[in-house]
C-alpha cells in the first residue's frame, strides 16, 4: 500500500511489483498510474482509506485474484530489466 498523497516516481512500487506484490495506492499525480494498472494493482481515489481497505482486504478472501495479480505484476517490471534499459540506451545512442 502507497498512502502517499504526492510521488514522484515511487521506487517503491517497481520494487513491490517486481517481487511479485500487487499494489494499492492513492491516484495521486505523477507515478502511481505510471505503474499501476488494474492487472498489477489498484488505483484508489486519494483520501479514501476506506476503498484502499476494502482492497487489501478482498484480495486476501480471493488467492486466486491475488495471484493473477501477483503474476502480472513480476510481468509488468520486464520493461526495467537491464536488457530493456540497455537496449533504449543504445537506440538514444545511435
Known amino acids: 500500500m502507497l498512502t502517499s498523497h504526492n510521488e514522484g516516481y515511487a521506487l517503491s512500487l517497481v520494487e513491490a511489483l ?7 495506492s492513492y491516484d495521486v499525480k505523477y507515478g502511481p498510474s505510471e505503474l499501476i ?15 484502499m481497505a476494502e482492497t487489501l482486504v478482498r484480495w486476501f478472501n480471493t488467492p486466486e485474484e491475488l495471484a493473477r495479480k501477483s503474476a502480472a505484476a513480476v510481468a509488468s517490471t520486464q520493461r526495467f530489466s537491464a536488457e530493456n534499459i540497455w537496449q533504449k540506451w543504445n537506440e538514444v545512442l545511435s
Open 18 to 24: 517486481a517481487n511479485g506484490v500487487p499494489a494499492i
Open 37 to 51: 494498472d488494474e492487472s498489477t494493482g489498484r488505483l484508489v481515489p486519494e483520501h479514501d482509506y476506506t476503498q
